[in-house]
């Protein structure tokens, strides 16, 4: 035999030391994997991080400047050599209510007929009495909804005529890119959105401090515009985005938690039973705009419910909802310890007691997380909801569910395809910035009240 | 208690036969509770107990020991038909509850396990208050007319269960938050408070320590001047402590069945003589 031999005695001696020997020399190997995995966890942790911190650091970046916007204040005369309209009219004691209404309509139009861009090139003239600027130019520095703006308030308040009342108005577009340099100066007339002299005195006014950058409010209060892309708000978007919440909320929350606990606790097992589970979980991998095409064909095309509804949108993003709820109900439902059930039904509550005085209570938490993550995965969905027709241009606020409207992340959409690049760049990050805003709330309001209930068992 | 008055007695021949288990004679027999008669159960293809018959005397604790996987919570369970919350559970043979069968598909199980309590491994309060929790039976059998009622429910059988001192200044603190020991005689008031005929013990101190155990075991003796018990047990010595009947089971099988102090001291059976001085289990 080639290997040696030592003496029993011997070899058990020996055979400890070496077995410590082997333990130790392996333990080197073991403690570097462990500290090889650390490493490439903490990696993998960073440049998760890191794509995160440039995501956000590049949306802030481009949209923060948006939520402030330029704004001209200037002294407006309500000139009565060009508001040429009767005194308002006031109601007499033989006039019927709809005589009056008659009346009042008609003044009113007559109000909208005076030329108010003269009044307000006359405004921003007399800003700078001793600058050469035609009227094109002129007009061109302050947004085209402002003239609506005069016009109300002379409705609102006729003895105005003849006053002069300091009014701030909206910068438009061309001139708020232009002063934030959004638009390269050096670039020729040619390339340029404003005529030189609207680019000088936007300067000029600036320099004077007439010209002021202002947080915009409007992004908040007012709905989409095209006309006047500066005083365009997320309001109507958001308003569309909170009623089809409501509607997923509603229908989705119900319909699934009852699905669920059908299915986990009165349901028998059977094939068919199994067939329902696997075509549930298929329904969640389902890509969204399936359910826009099922959405458009089946409430629109057949129960002929209004275009760009937010009904129909929050109907389209139940559906998506649903198996994300039903799942995450299920497998709560399925963590709830056996003990639970058997204590109740040990002292004689029936089935339906057990579950809804005693399972459904403990997994609150779980439906409620779900339901929020649900919840908040449909308000990002944009691509069911352009197949049933909620892309389209809506300028008011939805006043009900069955009105067109918009959606926040549609939107987002309609804004980055905007024409006017320099302006919605930073418009279309704001508005990303709300909705993950909006998210952000949703999100931490599921941590808060899963604590609570947690707290409470 | 509770005496039906007008029993039913099974049709079945099954019934009116004598347990052929029961070797050893008892002096002054109590009368009979539970009357079961070639109990078999199976989980699916598999046969989990064979033709068990027994008699369960009133007002007394009857152990159930072997074993494990020897079928004798399976047989408890039976006792209140648990067992139809497991799926691919089958009960065939004959168990009557004062005369009337319990397996009779015009009895309702809920009412059942009004009749008979059940008492778990683990102690398993409800996450709700201490009050709510033995509250909870006699509301959803509509036992308290009042508020004043249901009180005087909670609190008699929190004293029953040996727990109302301890609690009385924390009804309505979570009953999850007391020890071990405490949660269990929090579930033995639970069952207590629909005032059932029979209370089932599954090897009810197995989770707990030796003082609380003490403390249990005390409690059932109490117990067994008002209701009948049923305990099944891994521990002999909790069985020679507390019961006054014993069965053993093994493989599935009723091996023998008689009062507890013969049973220990001089079986009939081989097997379980074999079990009881440590030779398997």
New interface residues.
């Given amino acids: 035999m080639a290997h040696s031999f030592t003496p029993p005695s011997e070899q058990a001696l020996d055979g400890s030391a070496e077995r410590l020997k082997r333990i130790r020399a392996g333990l080197g190997k073991r403690h570097a994997r462990e500290r090889r995995f650390r490493a490439l966890g903490i990696a993998a942790i960073a440049a998760a991080l890191g794509f995160v911190a440039i995501l956000f650091s590049m949306i802030l970046y481009q949209g923060l400047p948006a939520f402030t916007q330029a704004n001209l204040e200037v002294d407006v005369h309500f000139d009565p050599a060009i508001v040429k309209v009767a005194a308002r009219p006031v109601r007499d004691a033989q006039q019927s209510s709809a005589e009056y209404q008659r009346a009042l309509l008609d003044w009113e139009r007559k109000v909208t007929m005076v030329n108010w861009n003269r009044v307000l090139e006359q405004s921003i003239k007399a800003a700078a009495p001793d600058f050469e600027i035609d009227t094109k130019s002129a007009l061109s520095i302050v947004e085209t909804s402002e003239r609506f703006r005069l016009r109300d308030m002379f409705v609102a308040d006729p003895g105005l005529l003849g006053q002069t009342v300091k009014v701030k108005m909206l910068a438009s577009a061309n001139a708020d890119n232009w002063l934030k340099g959004n638009i390269d100066r050096s670039l020729p007339d040619t390339q340029q959105q404003l005529s030189p002299s609207a680019r000088m005195l936007s300067d000029r006014f600036m320099e004077d401090g007439q010209m002021r950058f202002a947080f915009a409010w409007h992004i908040f209060t007012n709905s989409d515009s095209r006309s006047a892309p500066a005083s365009a708000g997320l309001a109507g978007a958001f308003i569309g985005s909170l009623y089809m919440m409501l509607v997923v909320i509603v229908l989705a929350v119900p319909i699934g938690v009852m699905s669920a606990v059908y299915l986990e606790e009165f349901a028998p097992?059977n094939k068919f039973t199994d067939f329902i589970e696997v075509n549930i979980n298929n329904l969640a991998a389902v890509p969204s705009i399936v359910f826009g095409l099922l959405g458009a064909a089946v409430f629109i095309n057949y129960f002929r419910l209004p275009l760009s509804a937010p009904l129909v949108g929050g109907l389209v993003l139940t559906l998506m909802t649903l198996p994300t709820i039903i799942i995450a109900t299920r497998s709560a439902l399925r963590a709830v310890?056996p003990?639970?059930?058997?204590?109740?039904?040990?002292?004689?509550?029936?089935k339906t007691?057990t579950v809804f005085?005693?399972v459904l209570?403990?997994t609150y938490p779980g439906i409620l997380t779900a339901t929020i993550i649900g919840v908040a995965q449909a308000l990002g969905e944009t691509a069911p909801l352009l197949l049933i027709g909620m892309n389209a241009f809506v300028a008011q606020i939805p006043g009900s569910p069955l009105e067109p409207s918009s959606a926040l992340p549609v939107q987002i959409y309609l804004w980055q395809g905007n024409e006017n690049r320099n302006f919605f760049e930073a418009r279309t990050s704001a508005a990303i910035i709300v909705l993950l805003g909006l998210m952000l709330m949703l999100n931490a309001i599921a941590i808060f009240l899963r604590a609570r209930l947690e707290r409470r068992? | 208690m509770h005496m039906p008055t007008d029993k039913i007695v099974p049709q079945s021949d099954l019934y009116s036969r004598e347990s052929t288990t029961a070797r050893t004679p008892d002096e002054n027999p109590l009368p009979v509770r539970v009357k079961a008669r070639d109990v078999s159960v199976f989980y699916g293809q598999k046969q989990a107990l064979f033709d068990v018959s027994i008699d369960v005397p009133e007002k007394s604790v009857t152990a159930f020991i072997g074993p494990s996987g020897c079928g004798k919570s399976t047989f408890l369970r039976c006792l209140?038909r648990?067992n139809d919350?497991i799926?691919g559970c089958r009960v065939s043979g004959l168990i009557a509850l004062d005369g009337s069968d319990i397996y009779d598909p015009s009895l309702d199980p809920?009412?059942?396990?009004?009749r008979v309590?059940?008492?778990?491994q683990?102690p398993?309060?409800?996450?709700k208050s201490i009050y709510e929790n033995v509250a909870?039976?006699p509301r959803?059998?509509g036992l308290a007319r009042s508020r004043s009622d249901m009180d005087a429910i909670v609190e008699s059988s929190l004293q029953k269960a040996g727990l109302w001192s301890e609690v009385k200044d924390r009804l309505h603190e979570?009953g999850?938050g007391l020890s071990g020991g405490q949660q269990q005689r929090l579930?033995i008031a639970?069952?207590i408070?629909?005032s059932p005929e029979v209370i089932l013990m599954d090897e009810p101190c197995s989770a707990l320590d030796p003082i609380a155990t003490a403390r249990i075991e005390e409690l059932i003796d109490e117990l067994r001047q008002n209701y009948t018990i049923v305990i099944v047990t891994h521990s002999m010595q909790q069985a020679a402590r507390v019961s006054q009947r014993t069965a053993f089971f093994h493989l599935g099988n009723l091996v023998e069945e008689g009062p507890t102090d013969l049973i220990f001291t001089s079986p009939v059976e081989k097997r379980t003589q074999d079990y009881i001085t440590g030779r398997y289990g």
Avoid at chain 1, 339 to 350: C, D, E, V
Avoid at chain 2, 124 to 127: A, H, L, V
Wanted: proline fraction near 8%; aromatic fraction near 6%.
């Fill in positions: 097992k310890p003990s639970l059930r058997q204590a109740a039904l040990g002292i004689g509550a029936s007691q005085h005693h209570p403990v068992k | 209140n648990m919350t799926e809920v009412e059942l396990r009004a309590g059940m008492v778990f683990k398993n309060p409800f996450p909870y039976g959803i059998h979570a999850t579930c639970r069952a408070a629909v």
